[in-house]
């Protein structure tokens, strides 16, 4: 066992390593990663960035002309058919308040609103919004006031980490839009599709319960 690790004594090499991949080792690894890191350094050496060599592999497919309306304003843009509501939002009209969690219709953190009925936007195509109206996050201000709802998730705590809070204020919208003044159960109802991974849903409820009592008191 000892004689595989000794160096050649006629050449100077070291000793064939086990080509068994359960038999990889540590530095095995490391020298594989030292290859990935060569090609990497090398793609500029060629003339690009590694940003622009990545877009020139990505496959860019067929695209449609779509007008839509986000917080106010029209937007004419070219879409490739592949595109969702929220990477249009994000990537395109860097709009980057909507954020992107499961990325699968689960978690409501990619919540807008589309034509005023809260939406997945990671689950709707960009082609389909052709003529919508789009609200998102930072859309809800208005001449540097906060909105009434995100005026109370600043005064319940509504946010802990916050990456939950722009969906939970878009669906908490459409709520208050509907409903002046909703018990903390329709609250708890509306929201249910828009989870919180720091679990903070008593501060989110009271925050919206204390905007519709706000709102409700003005009427
Ligand atoms: S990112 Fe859209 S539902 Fe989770
Ligand atoms: S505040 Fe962190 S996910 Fe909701």
Redesign the pocket.
Known sequence: MGDTKKPDKDSGNPPPRPLNPKQQSRRDFLEGAGTTAVVATAVPVLGISAANAQQANAVSGPTTSIRLTVNGVSHSVDVEDRWTLVELLRDQLDLTGTKIGCDRGECG?CTVLMNGTPVYSCSQLAVWVDGAEITTVEGLAQNGQLSTVQQAFVDNN????????PG?LMTATALLNNTRSPSSDEVRSALVGN??????YNA?VEAVVSAGEKQGGAA
């Open positions: 953190a509504g946010p802990q980490c916050g990456f939950c809070t939970q989870l919180c991974r720091c679990s903070n989110i």
